[in-house]
């Protein structure tokens, strides 16, 4: 059955930011970007079980059309400097999640030389998600998180200061 | 052929630069003098006796206490299902042994790595770089008395612990 | 430079009025068909490389340094990260070098549960290495279809210790801890559903036509030049050397099991292609339910761990001991001064001859083939840089 002319003409009122919030949340591109041990965790949480396609979160190879880098696992520091020049060629807006204990301190390897301990010594992260690995449920929670955050941010009507994102 | 054996036919062929004391072991351990390990390795892998055909491993230790770095071959023959352990030992200010790089290609890296991360000089190795850290990188980090650098191209390598309030 | 390295003629007739140079291409860290954070600086004639140079150590964690400061219980949960795909291996070469060194005898029950972790992370690895060869080439499938049954081990495993991916399950003296109840039944039924998918496998992409044709004859190795880069485990296998330390080094328990040792024969194409190599893996896995059985089947009662000493100091002296780990033949070096600390601990793994080993493998190949080649040699980051 066709559903044409079966219902009358619809309107739905929103606020165009939370219409736009809600497009963006909804298809957030993640870089394939497994640095170690949790891009394993990473792989298995778009995998069939946990399956993050559910979200709008698919996987992108390339940072030029990514809305979202996952820093999975342990930064070192002749990674960090790559990391950087990986997130300034991501698009505005753009957003980070850090994966594990390693991205989000150090973790087990802060008594190492070669380690930048945490990934926000090098960009700004939205979203820490503890963890050594953390599971693909939490990964899949840090998402949800992040999706809330795009959710609450404001286009239109903002404050000038804030104005440049 | 038994490690007595091997170890009979190396003094046979290079004299006293063979160390006369064989320490059993599982891989017993055959002490070289620095300027007669690239020999000792040729002439192991080209007898047909002998034919140690793999470089299983090379590891360089630092031994502070003695003033010594101490070079570890390990090789094994897959004709012939036997192993032996070479051990070299440099001073520790100025490390320097012969190439096996020219005798089993493994031995390139192996090298490289001995080098970046202890500081030992291979002559005639040909391209002897960094391996592992990045090639502005200062010291070999695992001598006992390296310090960590303070921080690397403006990151940081110090993590404020978040208990200390 | 070395002795094996190919000079391969890449000069072709050039039209008159055309040019060409050598191009050079960056390929990674970040490139989503590298496994990790893998480089190489490829210098291209057109489509056709003349080398590819490895460029390692994005994934250098100092980890032999750490064993250094953290003693040798504690180096346990670091061990799992030398090779996070199969940390159960890595788990068992740093137990049996420190027990090699103190003299230290493991209990039976204690080596049949390692004997069991260990065979269930090398087919959790291989799944990993066989569905994301597929994944490079093209085919996307596979891949999902081999993460569905990496799962299912994931769960056991947790059952066993607790943790899907890091498992520090074993201890120097055997293993954390015993097999919980009702384990041996579910373990059996995983098996006897996987045993099949193998074949299911198989028949999905091994005798793919495109995909015979996409890795078959591509980048032989003969076994001589296998050798001398010391390539190991699969690798080596696939190039037609008979070689698996479980059975020509044996260590704990395995003589007790029958199993065989599968080596590429150069079914499509040569000896020791990609192919091969993606093949012995295919049948390690039913080779590893092969041991599984049995050990499931043998257990004997008893302890699992042996009684160590909470400050665990080794007398002095070097071990070397090396264990087939799923990327093969993994060597462990410690040197111990007899204090609670080693002087020096060195792994040697399978990835890091099989990364040395691709600048020789690619010359004259398409840039193309450079992704079946990695995929095919199953290299791990951080097996290569620690």
């Keep these: 059955m066709s559903l044409i002319n079966t219902l009358p003409e619809t309107v739905v009122t929103s606020k165009v930011d939370d219409v736009l919030n809600w497009t963006r949340k909804s298809s957030v591109w993640y870089m394939l970007f497994g640095l170690a041990c949790c891009a394993i ?62 991205a989000n301190c150090g973790g087990l390897f802060q008594l190492a030389y070669s380690v930048c301990d945490g990934v926000d010594k090098v960009i700004p992260v939205d979203v820490y998600v503890p963890g050594c690995p953390p599971r693909p449920e939490a990964l899949t929670e840090g998402l949800l998180k992040l999706q809330d955050k795009i959710q609450q941010e404001r286009w239109l009507v903002r404050a000038p200061e804030s104005a440049a994102v | 052929m ?46 047909p006796e002998t034919a140690f055909d793999c470089l299983s491993n090379l590891t360089a ?23 032996v352990n070479l051990k070299v030992s440099c001073p520790r200010l100025d490390p320097a042994l012969p190439t096996v790089s020219t005798i089993w290609p493994i031995g390139d890296w192996l090298e490289r790595e001995a080098f970046d991360l202890m500081g030992v000089n291979f002559i005639g190795h040909g391209d002897l770089r960094r391996l592992l850290m990045p090639e502005d990188w200062v010291g070999h980090p695992l001598r006992k008395d390296f310090v960590e650098p303070e921080e690397y191209h403006g990151i940081s390598t110090r993590r404020e612990s978040l208990l200390k309030l | 430079m070395s002795t094996t390295s190919i000079e391969i003629g890449l000069e072709r007739e050039t039209p008159a009025g055309l040019e060409t140079e050598e191009m050079t291409l960056n390929m990674g860290p970040q490139h989503p068909s590298t496994h990790g954070v893998l480089r190489f600086v490829v210098k291209a004639d057109g489509e056709i490389m003349r080398r590819a140079i490895p460029d390692i150590g994005y994934l250098h964690r100092s980890i032999e340094k750490i064993s250094e400061k953290v003693g040798y219980h504690g180096f346990m949960p670091y061990t799992d990260r030398v090779d996070y795909v199969s940390a159960m291996q890595c788990n068992q070469g740093w137990a049996i070098a420190c027990e090699s060194l103190a003299g230290i005898e493991v209990p039976r029950r204690g080596e049949y549960c390692r004997v069991i972790a260990c065979e269930f992370g090398r087919i959790a690895s291989h799944l990993i290495s066989v569905g994301a060869t597929a994944m490079d080439i093209g085919a996307f499938t596979p891949f999902t279809h081999a993460l569905r049954e990496r ?47 193998i074949d299911e496998y198989n028949e999905l992409i091994s005798f793919n036509k495109i995909y015979t044709e996409r890795m078959g004859n591509v980048a032989p190795v003969s ?25 020509d080094e044996p260590y704990s328990v395995y003589p007790e099991f029958d199993f065989d040792v599968p080596v590429g024969e150069g079914k499509m194409g040569e000896v020791g292609d990609c192919w091969d190599r993606y093949m012995v893996r295919m049948d390690e896995m039913k080779e590893s339910c092969k041991i599984l059985r049995q050990a499931l089947g043998g257990l004997p009662e008893g302890p699992v761990v042996a009684k160590v000493a909470r400050t665990f100091k080794p007398p002095v002296g070097e071990a070397y001991v090396r264990v087939e780990g799923s990327r093969g033949d993994m060597g462990w070096f410690v040197v111990s001064d007899g204090t609670a600390f080693p002087v020096r601990t060195h792994i040697r793994t399978g990835s890091y001859s099989a990364m040395a080993i691709v600048e020789v493998l690619s010359q004259g190949l398409m840039i193309a083939d450079l992704i079946a080649v990695i995929a095919s040699l199953d290299i791990v980051a951080p097996e290569v840089d620690r």
């Design chain 3, 151 to 197: 799962e299912k081990i994931n769960d056991i495993l947790e059952e066993l210790c607790g943790a899907r991916l890091t498992f520090n399950y074993m201890r120097i003296g055997g293993c954390a801890w015993d097999i919980p109840p009702g384990f041996i039944k579910r373990a059996t039924a995983f098996l006897d559903a996987f045993e099949p998918l």
């Design chain 3, 223 to 247: 076994a001589e030049l296998a050798i001398a880069w010391n390539l190991v485990g699969p690798n080596l296998r696939g190039s037609g050397v008979k070689y698996d330390v479980r059975k």
């Design chain 2, 2 to 47: 038994d490690a007595a054996e091997i170890h009979r036919r190396l003094r046979d062929k290079l004299g006293n630069s063979v160390l006369p004391e064989i320490k059993e072991n599982e891989w017993p351990v055959i002490g070289v003098l620095p300027a007669a390990i690239a020999e000792s390795c040729r002439l192991l892998r080209d007898d």
């Design chain 2, 61 to 83: 230790v630092d031994r502070k206490t003695d003033d010594l770095i101490d070079v570890y071959y390990h090789l094994y023959s897959y004709g012939h299902r036997h192993k």
């Design chain 1, 41 to 102: 965790e990473m792989m298995q949480t778009g995998g069939p079980r946990s399956d993050l396609d559910r979200f709008g979160a698919v996987p992108r190879a390339t940072p030029r059309v990514s809305d979202l880098i996952i820093v999975s696992g342990t930064l070192t520091l002749k990674m960090a400097l790559r990391t950087k020049l990986l997130y300034e060629q991501m698009p505005d807006p753009k957003y980070a999640i850090s994966m594990g204990s390693c």
